[in-house]
Every structure is written in C-alpha cells, then in structure tokens.
C-alpha cells in the first residue's frame, strides 16, 4: 500500500474530485447543497485539469437538470464517460432519463448530496426524500456517511458501474456530509487508476452509438416483447452486489479502508441493531461503541448497497443473536405504511421466516422509525433512546425520534442530556457569526492550519439559516487525536471554547449553555472592559462562574477599523481563537494565520495581506482576559424575540423560531398544510447593524437609491 | 335509488365525463393512452357542456406535462377545483409538483390510465410503471379495474379528496380500461351532486390564496421546524381510508354498486388468496368465480386504495383461513426486492406476525409476481397457474407470469389451454382489419348497436399495432348476458365469427385456431368465389373442416367501388357481420347499421350517408356462403415473415414479432439494453397495398412528391 496523503475537504470537492477525474463529460446545473460539485468540476476544468485520460473533462451547464439528464444520456451514448451532480427538485426532473439510462444499462454515475423535497415548504437541508423518489429507476444507490466515503464511495461507484453496466447514484448527506469540512485521507490518482478498468472503459466506448457501425436504440415495443425485454437485465442487477462488494475489496487492498454493502459494526452477541444509511450511521457507530464498552448488546447495521438491494447479504451481515431491529429512514412516504428501508428490511426478515432454511430461527422483531428530516440534528442521545426503545416488550413501530409529536404521539422518549462522552480528548469550538462576516471562512482556515501543521484529526460544520447574508451562522469545530465519527452539532454543556463575534448575540441566544466545564468564552464586544461583565445575562453570569469559564474580550470593530480592516473581523477573531484556545503553540499559530492570510487573499493584492497581518499584531494587545466576580449581578434576562403585542401566532411560533427554539416546537403548533399569517417580519428585530442609515431631508435629491441601503426600506 | 341508464363508452370517456361535471378547471398535455380524456373535456367546453355549478369548465392545454401540473397547482391555489389527466412520463413530470400539491393538503384528483415507462424501449401500452413512480409523493392512490369503475371510482376520488384534503392519483389500466369499450350503468349527473357535498367545495374555495385575506403559502422551513411541519399531515392519512369507504358506501346506497378499500372474492374459507389491483383484478374475480365452483378454497383481494396504505383493512378483509397469498404487481423495479405492493402486504403481515394480539396465527406466506407488462395479456390460464403454484410446498418468490424467462427462470408454468367457461352464452367475435381502414370505427358502431337495441351486455377491445395507419389491428368483440369481468383478449378456440377485412391476412397470420366450433369466418376477397378455397393455407383448410366453420366470402372492395365509396370496406363488412352472425335479427340490424350510419357520418354530408346506404343494401346481394369440400387441398403453408435470407436476429426476433408470435419470444432472445441492429425493415414486406404507383418516366416532372406516394421512397 502506497503512502496516502491528508487532505481537507467538504464532501462536495470530496466526490467531485473522483467525478472529475473518472468523467469525459460533465453536465451541470446547480441546485442547494449539491452545487459546490459542479463548480468544483467547472473550476477544474477551467483551471485544464485533466481526467485520467489526460483530457480536460468538458462541463456543460444546461438549462435546468432535466436538460442535464438529457444531455447526460445522450454523451453516454456518444460513449462519453458522463457524470452528473444534483439534489432535490433536481434530480426528480432527472429520473425520465434515468429509466432511460438504467434501461439501457449505461455504465455512469450521479453524485447527489441528498435533500428535503418542497412539500408543506421548500427546504435546502438534507435528508433522503430526493434519493428516495428516484429508487423504482433501476439505478444502483451506494450511500457514503462521511467525507471520507463520499470520496471512496464516489470512486467505487465508478469501478462498479462500468463492470455491472447498472448505473450507480452515489449519495451523501445534503450539509451534513456535502459541507462538513474534515481532514481525511486524500485518494490518489494512482489509486484511481487502479481502481478504473481500461477494459471496461473500452467496452464502454465500444457501446457507443456510431455511423461506423450504426445499431438502433430507443424503440418502441409492443405487449408482445416489452415483459422479456424488461426481464433480460435480471442478471445484471443480481450481479451487481457481488460486483460492488468486489471493488471495496480492491479498494480496501489499495487503501486499507474495507467497506462492506451491509456492514455490521457491534456486539458479536447484540440483541439490538439499529439499520440505517447516510451520516447518521457514522452517529450511530460512534454510540454503539460507546454502548458495548459499557456492556451493552448493541448494533448498526450501516446499509451502503441500498439497490439492489440483497437481502441475503442483508440477513447474513446482522448477528444472528439479534431479537429486535429498528430501520431509521430519513425521509417520510406519507400514506405508505413505512418507509422504503423499513419495508425493505421486514420483506428480508418476514422471507426469511417463510422460508425453509432460516437463518433465524425465531422472526426478530422490526420497527420503523424517521429521523433527521431536513437536516434534523440525529444525536447519540436520541441513539440511545431508540435502543431503549428496543428494549420494550412492544416498541413502537412507525415512530419518529428529535421532535415532540403532540397530534399524533409516533416520536419515542429519549433522555437528552446523554453524551457518548467520546469527546473528552477533542477541542470542541464553537463561534457565533454572521452571514458573509468572514466567520465561517476563517473557521474553514482554522481548521486547515491545524489538520494541515498537526497530527490532529479536524472537523468543521456550519449552521447557517437560510436568510444567508446577515443572518446567523454557527461554526462548529472539533480538533482531536482519533478520526471522528460525530457528525452532529456540538452538544450542550460540552463546548471548550465559545467564540461570540457580535455582542448582540448575548442578549439574543443561549450560546452558555453549550459551554463546559473550565472552557474559554470569546467576546467582541464594543464596550470598555469595566461595563462588560453587565452586557451578559444574569443566567449567562451564573453560568460563567459555576462552569468556571474564563472571559476574554476584545473590540475587533476597533482594531479593525484602526489597521484599515473595515469591518472584516474574521482575522481578528481567528487570531483570539488561536492566542487563548491552545490548540496550537501560540507563536506556531500565529505564523500559520498569517500564511493562511496570505493564501486567501493574496489574488486580492499585498496590500489586503498587509493590512491582515497588521491587524493580527494589534489583536493580541487588545485581547483583555475579564475579572470574573463572585456573584452574578442582578442582570437581565434573555430579550423576547418578538414583542408582547405580537399575536399568537408570531409568538408562539415565529418567535421561537426566531429565537433558535425551534427545535422544540411540537408538531401541533405547524401549520397542516404550510399555509402562514403574512406581515409577520414586523415583529423580528433583528438588531445586527452596527451603523444605521438616517434620512437626511435637505440632501435628499430622490434618487430612489434609498432601498439599497435599507433593503427593508423603511 | 333512482333508475339508472347505461351507457356504452370506453375508460377514458367514463373518467372524464366525472371530471369534467367536478371541475373548474382542467389543464391537459396529451399523452397515450390518457390523451382522450382531455380531448373529451376539450370537447364538451367547447359545446358549453357545464360542470355541477353550471359554469362552462376551463380546459387549458400547457406546452408540457410538468406545466399542466404547474397550471393545476397554481389553480388549486386560487380555490377553483382543478383536474388533469396524464400517464407515463407525463406523469414523471408531474411528481414535483404532486409533492407540493399533496403537501399542502389541496383536495385534487389526477386520472391515469396507467402506462409503461420508457426503458430499455418505450411502449405506449399499459402497467402501473407510472403510477408506482409516484407513490412516494403523498397522493392517495384509487384504482379501477373496468370501465364502470373509472367512471364510479372517478366520482369517489373527488368525494373523498374534498373530505380527506388528500389528493387523489385515480389510475386504470391504459390501454386495457381507457380504450375499452364497454356497456356501463351511468353515473346520472344528480349522482355526482349528491356525492359532492357544496359545504366541502366551499371550504376549499375558503382556502384559497387571496388578497382580501392573505396568506402565505411555499414558504422554507428549517432544520428546526421542517420535520414537525411534515408530521402534521399524520391524523389526515390516517383518516384517509375510512374517508374513501364512507364515500364508497354512500355510493353504494346511490348506485347499489358497493366497493371497499381492500374488497374480498372468493372462498369464506379460502386458503390461496392472490391480491393485486387493475383490470387484473376482474380477471381474477372471473376466474374464481369458475375455480370455486369446482371446489376450489380460492379467493382475491382487490386493493383499489393503495395509498393510504391501510394494513389493517388489508389484514382484515383476508380470509383467517389463508394459508398462501400472491401479490402480483403490473411493473417492475429492477433491483429492489420485490415490487411494491408485494412489500407493502408482506410488512402488514410481518407486522400481524410481530404484534401481540394476531390475526392469523400462523403467519401465511407471502410471494411476488410480475405479470401484464405494457398490456402483455393476463388470463384465466395464467391465473389458474399462479394457483396452483400456490398449492406447492415452495412457491416460487419474485415469478413472472404470461412469459417464457428462459435466462433467470422467473417465470412460473400455466396451462394455456385452460378456460374458464365463462363465455358459453357469450358471442365472441375477431374481426382483422388495417388501421384507418374503419373497421374499429365501424366495431364500436356494432357495440353501440347491440348494446343500446338490446338488453346484451357488450365489450369492444381493439388491438393495434403502434405502426398506426396502415397497421393491423384486431377487434375484439363480446356480447352475451351477464356485465362482463373479462379484460382480456378472446381466447383460442373460442370466438364465434371472425372477420378478414384483408384477405392478405391469410397468408400471414393464423386467424383459424382462434375460431370455435360451428362458427363463422367471414372473408373480404376480390377472389372470385370459386377460387377462394384454395387461398387459405392448408393448415386452415383442415381448421374449418375439424371445427364445422361456415365461410362467407364477400368482394368488398368490388362493392365499395361500385357504390362510390372508394375503398371503405368498414360498413360493408359491418353489414356481413350482421347478416350472418344472428346476434340480432336481421332486419332490425340493418335498420339499426343505417341509423348508425347517419349518425356517424351526417356531419359529412347527405351524400355520404347515402353513399353507405346504398353500399349496405348492395352488400347483402354479394355475400355468399362458401360450399366446404370433404377434405383439404394440397395448398400452401403461412408465409414465412421474413426472407430465408436474412441474418438470423431478424428471422428469430422481428420475424417472430411480425408474424404475431412475439408473444412467445424467450427473454433470451431480447436485446437486454434495447439495442438492435438497423436496416432490418427491408425484411418486413408487408403487401398490403391494393394499388402499386409505377414511376412513368416519360411524364415525371420531378416534383419529388412521389415520396407521398410511396412513404419508403422506393
């Protein structure tokens, strides 16, 4: 096995990279969160990367993605090898060609970052209600739960497809995978090379339509041979497991990392398993480690081959002491008694049961449940509880599990305050910004100059609302020794550092809580050093002394506006986050951001870089460490987010929404069909301008332009 | 119950007819085999035909099928009650906006007649491809297995959509349903309105967008609330079936026509049960009907509401005593285990199995079949087969039936000359003919006649080639006693008369083994009458002596010429049927054919009524009865359809399929990705021309117009 390299990336760039390499043609067309895939392609090929041909593969953005469905048939049938990326609406205007494709047993690949389908409301987050609406198509669905994967997964999609002639939609986690920044180990060309059979490549290409030696396809045929026809490819699809399973195991030989379709991690004697595909696996594994270090007979059974589905592989990967089975779909079919892998998985089991040679003498029991719709935080808590769940005479089928279902009572009980405690060894570091101030990129920087300058493993993910510029955004960061296997948000009470990079943040959102024990709380804040202490909340106080949490303050609006920063903050932020967190030797660090400073934003000019490295100077002599006092003061509590005379409605709903409470809204309290009071955006102060614009009458020449600066025009 | 007329339509123009009275709007894109629907409803707006509230509906025909669903949605929004008719792909391009639809729990009703998806080929014919491509999408899915329920489940779909604020997927087998035409009782429009309850419209017009009291609708939701919101639709799936039941027992008390979500016939103490939906569903009623009579402990269940799923009602409607169940679905879903109804009744019997009070005690066990892709024929033979299978200690999972699977060995075995019987007192009469040559025209003319002059029940089914024009087509036809439940085609052996509107027919297909004893082959031939014996082959020479057959020639195209209608042989041929089949007493038919005749073809002129008029009374002095010598003459065999010479794929394929024999093609020999070679239609001479043009190259003037003449441009 050939040294492997690091590399920091999303699982967006992850997969793309392998596409970019293993395709000739790339047809594109942008949608949430699955964009970042044919940028990366498009940006490639602009810059003249090449494939593994020694071509620059050709990107062609149509006109939406049923155009680049088409033109993907159409470039296989020139014997092109063809990719495409998409999500959601996307690729439902994608599956007429895909009958097509599949039916003509097309070697190609389709990389989605799965997402919510607009139903009661459009949603940009993940879950695998798109994958999912495309299953009947008679593509292969091969399911990566991390970063990691969607990188290796992307390349064993293309060595299975061109040997199984079933083309493969390979998915990852919409946000969760697609955007979770991770130090993983890079897939080398080399290894891609191994990995793609030339031959097949040439039977491909072979296939193609050509004047040179013309064939027919796409006929119509009639009752009388259309039944054979569609019968003929049985043996491609009862092929492909075997043949999928035979590219991980190259691919683990060439790399060390062995996947299985159905791979079973836990207890060798678990009573319960939980089956379950996407990032909520890898969630899952790290809980069940947890678990059976304590003793318990626990189980994931991590579903990657979802079509075909085979259901022999499936029954002999489960232990064969296991008594009960819950299947975790992230997604929701309603008026199907179940949703897709639940039924999938009870069709096994109950066939096993009739048949005569059984694998398990006694029928284990099988539940469904949803989770994680729409990107739902899926919470080694929330694993817990559907273990325990498990462990009732009669669990409850049909459940869900992260919200509160007051109409119709289907979500399970968990105890919230669970935690693997898998962390204790990891920096976990979370920073409150705001849409395009810079947070999120330096976060992405931070996060490279350690994965990069350390042994450490790195993890960043971040929550933005879909307000996007000038809403919120939270980073989430984890630095630790072991690969991780968390992809959820920081938990409360377990965060060791808390960047807040707007002080108006304090009196709007818990962000204490997150903290734990002796962990450091960041400000920026305009006040002077002696009235800080009064800007927090008297919970927020309490909090600070009981938890121990050291207080460092600064005012980055100051030092950014002295070294002719603007209000561009990130560095400055990043620099404090460097300075007292000590991931890394202070002077090591510094050295980094600067080089990490220079990387950015050099194509900017020196003179950008100069001014960030001056303002990262002047950072370390403004940042002041606060005097804790004994008690807290007789402060003030969290601002309501929306005012008293609000209606119901907005107060109710709106305003907890808005208060980044919405987690917990029950079910009853959502409107049926997504049908809104309008007018409700009075009610949200967002308080997030640090200038505001006033009208000055006697100036006023009417140019109209007004609305630019006030977008609310007011 | 008020008296009930009937009414001799086809599915298509019974689903519409509920349609257009439910309606304010309907937005159409054609598609085969649903094109007929919106074609009807263009048709009677364009009249001033008016829906229940006495407006004139508004048909808008979009640029596509996606934006038909577009224009519904947005319709729907605007509180008019909106319809739209599609299949196939068209309804592929439905499926975002279903989502959206469903979503927001808008009352609708979308009729399908369900058609093949276009994969390895395209097919126009009929399976639940397209439907099952859209199950996901949370519309309630009603399914009618005859013509008389396309028009009675069309009036439950909008009953219990209003009610339910489900949207309601009402689907029939294309082709099969839609083109079927049948004698029917009529829903009477005081029907419709007694089913469709004005405080139900009212509310949804209620929840119109409108700008007198706004509301938001289409909105994003979050990670934090986007999964409460999608579980608020919970306690309206839930209430769904019972919804489509009390509308189907209020129907019943109207109509006397009782339906249930899932309904049993059969056995009390039943032990093989197959389940399935579709005009499949009344050939399994007509076949157990048989079977139980001879003793046989068999039943079916009929699921006509597939979504809402309800387990419960599908549990309990199965006999206790049931010891096997087949489930068979009309698609197919490579790669999945299963196909889709199959999985849903093995989950609610896993589930029965699973569960602490059980309703069956032994758990039955359940297998899957395929069957009737793209119209491919479904039997009593068949039926029977799947039966006895059944009573075998191992009975194949995942069979396929009506093929020969001679490469993955699907395909379960069935006596084919198995006959249910059912037809003793049943006229059953073929008819061969060209398309566009009138004689399907003329056969629904036939139906109408007997139909309407008689008390007979009377069914059409009219099979055609997707060559169109100029392509054969075979009539159907049935008239006995009793409402027919035999969606499929005549058997062999058993139809009554048989009519060769082209006596090219003789030479190329094998018309004779369809016939049953002591029946009537009646022969257009411009052989004078001596000579036509010795035009059959002798393979139907020694046919119509075993089985007594009475032949009648007729010089049709002598007639048709004679009496100035060019080469319309449609009502002669009509007028031959009458005067020696005996369905009806001669006189009567005539004057009935005349009557026809002017109604038809009025709208064309006087002439042309009279044209036929004099045709009809020439006819019956030119129609002979031939003398049948003792024994058969050494004459020819059937023609082989393609030359010895060509390549062996056009001999053992699309010679097999010209010759009408595809049927019986193996899976084997079909291309497995729709691949074929080219230039093969040189093989095909279809000799069906009565007239040769000849180029006289002493006056072309090289128009280049002689490519209208001859189509291949020879």
């Known amino acids: 096995m050939a040294e492997q390299k690091t590399a920091i990336i999303d699982g967006n760039e992850a997969a793309a990279k392998i596409a970019h390499l293993c395709s000739d043609v790339l047809c594109i067309y942008p949608i949430t969160p699955s964009s970042n895939m044919g940028e990366w392609a498009d940006e490639w090929s602009s810059k003249g990367q090449t494939n593994l041909w020694g071509t620059i593969p050709e990107v062609v953005e149509m006109q939406s993605e049923a155009g680049a469905a088409g033109a993907v048939h159409g470039a296989l049938q020139a014997g092109a090898m063809t990719t495409t990326f998409t999500a959601s609406q996307g690729l439902l205007l994608k ?14 690949v389709i990389h989605v970052s799965a997402r919510s389908l607009a139903a009661q409301a459009l949603s940009i987050f993940g879950d695998h209600s798109d994958v999912m609406s495309a299953r009947q198509t008679g593509y292969a669905f091969l399911s990566s739960s991390s970063v990691q994967e969607a990188m290796d997964m992307a390349l064993i999609s293309y060595a299975s497809t061109l040997e199984g002639r079933v083309p493969v939609l390979h998915f990852f986690d919409g946000f969760r995978t697609s955007h979770e920044v991770s130090k993983i180990t890079d897939v080398s060309e080399e290894i891609v090379r191994e990995m793609i059979d030339e031959d097949l490549i040439r039977e491909h290409r072979n296939r193609a339509m050509n004047p040179e030696k013309p064939v027919l396809r796409g006929t119509a045929q009639n009752p009388d041979v259309y039944f054979q026809g569609r019968e003929t490819v049985n043996k491609y699809y009862e092929a492909m497991p075997a043949i999928v399973q035979k590219a991980m195991d190259k691919f683990a030989k060439l790399t060390g990392r062995q996947y299985k ?24 594994h790290e809980t069940v480690e947890q678990l059976i270090a304590s003793g318990e007979k626990v189980g994931v059974l991590k579903c990657r081959l979802f079509r075909p589905f085979d259901e022999k592989a499936l029954l002999n990967a489960l232990p064969k002491t296991v008594k009960k089975i819950a299947v975790l779909d992230r997604c929701k079919e309603p008026g199907s008694a179940g949703e897709p892998l639940y039924k999938d998985v009870v069709t096994a089991i109950a066939q096993d049961a009739l048949a005569g040679e059984k694998i398990f003498t006694a029928m284990p029991v099988v539940v469904g449940g949803r989770y994680g719709l729409s990107s739902k935080e899926y919470t080694p808590a929330m694993i817990k509880g559907i273990y325990d769940e498990l462990g009732k005479d009669q669990p409850k089928n049909d459940f869900t599990v992260g919200i509160i279902d007051d109409l119709t009572n289907t979500n399970i009980d968990y105890d919230k305050s669970y935690n693997t405690g898998v962390h204790k060894d990891t920096v976990q570091a979370l920073f409150y910004g705001l849409g395009s101030d810079g947070t999120v990129g330096a976060n992405k920087n931070s996060i490279k100059i350690i994965g990069e300058g350390t042994d450490q493993y790195a993890q960043g993910y971040f929550v933005y609302d879909s307000k996007k510029s000038g809403a919120g955004t939270v980073s989430h960061l984890r630095f630790g020794p072991k690969p991780m296997r968390s992809p959820y948000l920081i938990e409360d009470g377990s965060a060791n550092f808390i960047g807040c990079h707007m002080p108006v943040f304090l009196e709007k959102i818990d962000m204490i809580s997150k903290a734990a024990k002796d962990s450091v709380f960041l400000l920026n804040t305009q006040e002077p050093i002696d009235k800080v202490w009064d800007t927090f909340p008297k919970h927020m106080q309490e909090q600070i002394i009981e938890k121990n949490i050291s207080v460092y303050v600064i005012d980055a609006f100051k030092v950014a506006e002295h070294t002719g920063m603007g209000n561009r903050i990130n560095t400055i932020m990043q620099t404090c986050f460097f300075a007292i967190s000590n991931v890394l030797p202070k002077d090591e660090a510094i050295a980094a951001i600067k080089k990490a400073v220079e990387k950015t934003y050099s194509k900017k000019g020196e003179d950008i870089v100069e001014l960030n490295f001056k303002a990262i100077d002047e950072t370390l002599d403004q940042l002041h460490k606060l005097d804790i006092p004994a008690a807290a003061s007789d402060s003030f509590t969290l601002k309501d987010p929306v005012p008293a005379n609000a209606p119901d409605f907005v107060k109710d709903v709106l305003g907890e929404i808005i208060a980044g409470r919405g987690d917990e809204l029950p079910v009853s309290k959502m409107p049926c069909d997504g049908t809104f009071p309008t007018a409700t955006t009075q009610y949200e102060k967002r308080n997030i301008a640090l200038e505001i614009p006033v009208w000055e009458k006697d100036i006023c020449i009417q140019c109209g332009k007004c609305t630019f600066v006030c977008p609310h025009a007011c």
């Open 261 to 284: 379709i159905f791979e079973y991690f836990g207890a060798e004697d678990a009573e319960k398993v939980i089956i379950i595909m996407g990032s909520g696996a890898d969630t899952t």
């Open 95 to 108: 599956i007429p060609n895909m009958y097509k494709i599949a039916g003509e047993l097309t070697p190609s």
